[in-house]
């Protein structure tokens, strides 16, 4: 392992991203920074802007009119990064599969930017904490 | 000659300068973040981290906006990384009590530098967040500086009559004494913590920087190693300001062991109150800094002026 990766791991400066989602996955992303889970031991870091950024945080389905600025952030963000589909919408669109104003699951629409982009799955209504932090430490572990 | 230039390269790079002070920033921007976390019951970063990241984002892609004036872009964050390297190189001399050249009015144009950089940097991003940030960041300069150079005003008055003249700016002349152990010169030291605070971009004066309102502003448009450098200036003012104050008011470092504990010491104490002030404080908008500053502080300071005349005049030394 080089020291890129190995620091990488270290220190992952996380965005969160929204594509209309409820705000449950996001008050459970919040949740992580809290003093019961407090991910800032392992050096992760909600950070304002995506161009610090090492992982999307995507919540939500990707709607029609969010999915055109999520590819738009994900061309922003310095590469290498690690997009992560919080919750079942992210994941595979979940109960919203079909719907009108759906422009696909989160994997396709930032594969239509880059085909070779790294995404990692964490589904749940809301995904628990303890799920999210296994996913990144998984997803960490398979890069 | 030779000696002469190895020395003096030895200084800026190695000792005092670039790898130390790297070294103490690294670990008193840890400082910040465990003690945050332990004020907020959590356990808090271990304490290698503020240097994984700064390798991490060394590894990183460097993306430039299309919109942004390359060459500024690029430039900015070397012009203030040198403006801090600097200052503290001198302060670390100072502090020692090496005999240096440098008085308190090249200490506070390299303290300017940074902001500057900020500004210039942001404002070459071509985005409208950084362009916010650059606003607010100006106003924030042109609000601290009255009260930093006002503070600094009473500390020349009240050690001048000590001092030989001619020397009555010199900074390793001004780090024999203590000025805070007097009225003028306390109201003096908590204005220029104040400032201090204002300078590192914390909380509450985090207004440039505010990630919730302008997305991190004037640093929004910087990623990989450019942002690393901006993170490394950082840290390393989380070195040079304290200590310009532990030299300014504090009464320095000394080089006995004692005295040098006893500076360390000083240093702590300061940084510790920075945070704590950083963690207890919600953030201000940009019109009530600048009213905190020019009048209650700026009030504050004549007042302290006058108390400081007086006290010369009268030969009271408490004054």
Avoid at chain 1, 67 to 89: D, I, N, S
Avoid at chain 2, 79 to 99: A, E
Avoid at chain 2, 230 to 251: D, E, I, T
């Amino acid at each position: 392992m080089n020291w890129k990766m190995w620091s990488l791991k270290k220190s992952v400066w996380v965005f969160h991203v929204n594509c209309g989602a409820c705000n449950n996955c996001d008050i459970e992303i919040v949740n992580l920074l809290t003093p019961k889970f407090d991910v800032e031991r392992f050096g992760i870091k909600l950070v304002g802007s995506p161009r610090h950024a090492d992982a999307l945080l995507v919540t939500g389905v990707g709607t029609k009119q969010a999915a055109r600025r999520l590819q738009e952030v994900y061309r922003q963000t310095a590469k290498p990064c690690v997009v992560f589909c919080m919750g079942a919408c992210a994941c595979g669109t979940g109960i919203f599969e079909g719907a009108y104003h759906v422009a696909g699951p989160v994997d396709e629409v930032v594969k239509e930017v880059d085909p070779n982009a790294i995404i990692a799955y964490v589904p749940g209504c809301p995904p628990k904490p303890e799920a999210m932090i296994s996913g990144v430490v998984k997803a960490l572990a398979a890069i | 000659m030779i000696t002469e230039v190895a020395t003096n390269l030895f200084w800026i790079l190695i000792f005092p300068g670039f790898v130390f002070t790297l070294a103490v920033g690294l670990v008193a921007s840890w400082l910040v973040r465990k003690v945050s976390a332990l004020v907020q019951y959590r356990v808090g970063p271990p304490v290698y981290q503020p240097a994984v990241d700064v390798t991490k984002l060394m590894g990183k892609e460097i993306l430039i906006p299309q919109d942004a004036h390359r060459a500024v872009f690029v430039v900015a964050p070397l012009v203030g990384f040198s403006g801090v390297l600097l200052l503290s190189t001198m302060l670390w001399l100072v502090g020692v009590q090496i005999t240096f050249v440098g008085d308190i009015i090249v200490a506070l144009y390299l303290m300017v530098l940074p902001s500057l950089a900020l500004i210039l940097g942001s404002s070459a991003s071509g985005s409208p967040h950084a362009t916010i940030g650059a606003a607010r960041e100006m106003k924030l300069v042109l609000s601290y500086e009255l009260p930093l150079v006002l503070a600094f005003v009473v500390v020349i008055i009240k050690t001048a009559g000590g001092l030989e003249p001619g020397e009555q700016l010199s900074l390793v002349a001004l780090s024999q004494q203590a000025p805070v152990m007097s009225i003028s010169g306390l109201l003096a030291f908590i204005v220029a913590l104040l400032c201090v605070q204002a300078k590192l971009g914390f909380v509450p004066f985090d207004i440039a920087e505010s990630e919730t309102e302008v997305a991190s502003g004037v640093m929004i448009e910087y990623s990989g190693a450019l942002l690393a450098v901006w993170k490394l200036m950082q840290a390393m003012m989380l070195v040079a300001l304290p200590l310009f104050l532990v030299v300014v008011f504090l009464g320095g470092i000394g080089i006995s062991v004692g005295g040098l504990l006893g500076g360390i010491g000083k240093y702590l104490l300061v940084v510790v109150l920075v945070i704590l002030i950083k963690n207890t404080n919600p953030r201000v908008r940009i019109d009530q800094a600048m009213r905190f500053f020019w009048f209650y502080c700026g009030g504050a300071l004549v007042a302290a002026v006058i108390l400081a005349t007086l006290g010369n005049y009268y030969g009271l030394a408490w004054l």
